[in-house]
């Protein structure tokens, strides 16, 4: 896919660049908990100051709903970026307006600001245009480097490339590379792992990957909506009624896996009693909380044939101990797997991380939904909007 590329921004000494991050990170106790995205896009803001731009950066964090809310604020983030980069990262008091304006004014060349969150202003997720006026008059040129956020149409990922120079970042183009791989030319066998807690997210993406999977092995709660319209019995765990149709449509297909064994419980909680059983054979009353080590193991066999390997979503609920051994199995074989290994999502990616097992795969996506979509659509609005900006000349 042809992005606009960084080297073609007609970048004057001082030019102001717009740089869209995607520092939707998990916080805990008011500090950045997992930095992933924030260090995966410091090449792209260093490379931008090296040639004495003056950088704008812009991100969101949460669903705060168009109003100020201090948990919200990207106050942890600009400290981080700071302690990343080595330069002061001043916060600006709102998104946009007359103080925001005096800020920016007063960077210098090679200097950093950080604008708060933009979900503070209801224009964001509306995808105001005048709103997007109001960001993209902040600056002279203007840099998605918000792969993770692409998939939205909101203003500050649409609105500026319509106005301003743009370009992809290096970690957006990189992350489009890798995950076009994936579409146009998988070495095979390809075996895609899906989990998460709904198959209503995920129907798109296994439409889309049939096309071009071997296996599709799915687990995580998603997993008893196809159980179910198989007529297995799954007791209290989590179903989605409304898509059992739609499933057992695509039962038909013998690429997709389900779990054979499920470890249950009456509870979801770290001392909760736990059995091991058949997955179409749970009791009323218990709910499976994990894949069993059956399926851990036949799942772990396919991935270590694989010469590509798509893994999006847990196999369990991996943050509670007793449910964690599916999730850390996939883990485990996705990371000696020989083939080209690509994880997405946020709690895909958390856990490869936690475990320490990151660097033993090809790529960890920085996004989950976005790289989903991608995958479904072969495109994003955040693409679209930078291969329709104005020309740089
Ligand atoms: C993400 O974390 O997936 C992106 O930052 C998008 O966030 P959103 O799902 O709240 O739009
Ligand atoms: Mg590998």
């Known amino acids: 896919m042809d992005l606009p590329a960084l080297e073609a921004l007609p970048l004057e000494r001082g030019a102001l660049v717009l740089v869209r991050v995607d520092y939707n990170v998990p916080l805990r106790d008011g500090k950045v908990e997992d930095d992933l995205r924030i260090t995966t896009a410091v090449p792209t803001i260093k490379w931008l100051l090296e040639r004495h731009a003056r950088v704008v950066t812009c991100g969101h964090l949460g669903r705060p709903k168009g109003t100020v809310d201090p948990q919200f604020s990207m106050a942890p983030v600009a400290a981080r970026l700071a302690e990343l980069l080595g330069v002061e990262v001043p916060l600006a008091p709102a998104v946009v307006g007359p103080d925001v304006e005096d800020v920016v004014a007063s960077l210098d060349a090679g200097g950093v600001v950080m604008l708060e969150n933009l979900r503070f202003e209801p224009g964001e997720t509306e995808n105001d245009p005048g709103f997007a006026t109001n960001l ?6 203007y840099v998605n480097e918000a792969f993770g956020a692409s998939h939205r149409a909101h203003a500050s990922i649409v609105g500026p490339p319509r106005v301003l120079p743009s370009a992809g970042g290096r970690l957006l183009v990189h992350e489009v590379e890798v995950l076009g791989r994936l579409l146009d030319s998988p070495r095979r066998p390809f075996v895609a792992i899906l989990g998460g807690a709904k198959v209503s997210d995920k129907l798109g993406v296994i439409r889309a990957l049939l096309d071009r999977c071997d296996t599709i092995l799915v687990g995580g709660a998603m997993a008893f909506t196809f159980l179910s319209a198989r007529g297995g019995k799954i007791g209290s765990s989590l179903v989605e009624p409304e898509m059992i149709d739609e499933c057992r449509d695509l039962l038909g297909n013998d690429r997709i896996h389900l779990p054979v064994d499920m470890v249950i419980a009456e509870r979801m909680s770290d001392d909760a009693e736990t059995r091991i059983v058949p997955a179409d054979a749970i009791p009323d009353g218990w709910s499976g909380f994990d894949v069993g080590p059956e399926t851990a193991a036949l ?18 609920v991996f943050e509670i101990k007793p449910f964690a051994a599916g999730t850390r199995a996939v883990a485990d074989a996705v990371a000696s797997c020989h083939g080209f290994t690509v994880v997405g999502g946020g709690d895909s990616a958390a ?3 936690e475990l320490g097992l990151a660097d033993a795969v090809d790529h960890v996506s920085t996004g989950g939904g976005a790289s989903l979509e991608l995958l479904e659509h072969g495109d994003l609005p955040g693409l679209r909007a930078l291969r329709e900006s104005r020309p740089t000349s």
Not at 136 to 141: N, Q, S, T, V, Y
Not at 299 to 316: Q, R, S
Request: glycine content about 8%; charged content about 20%.
């Open 351 to 353: 856990a490869i991380r």
């Open 136 to 141: 993209a008059d902040l600056a002279d040129c």
């Open 299 to 316: 799942y772990a066999d396919e991935i270590a044939e694989a010469a590509t390997v798509l893994w999006n979503g847990p196999m369990g």
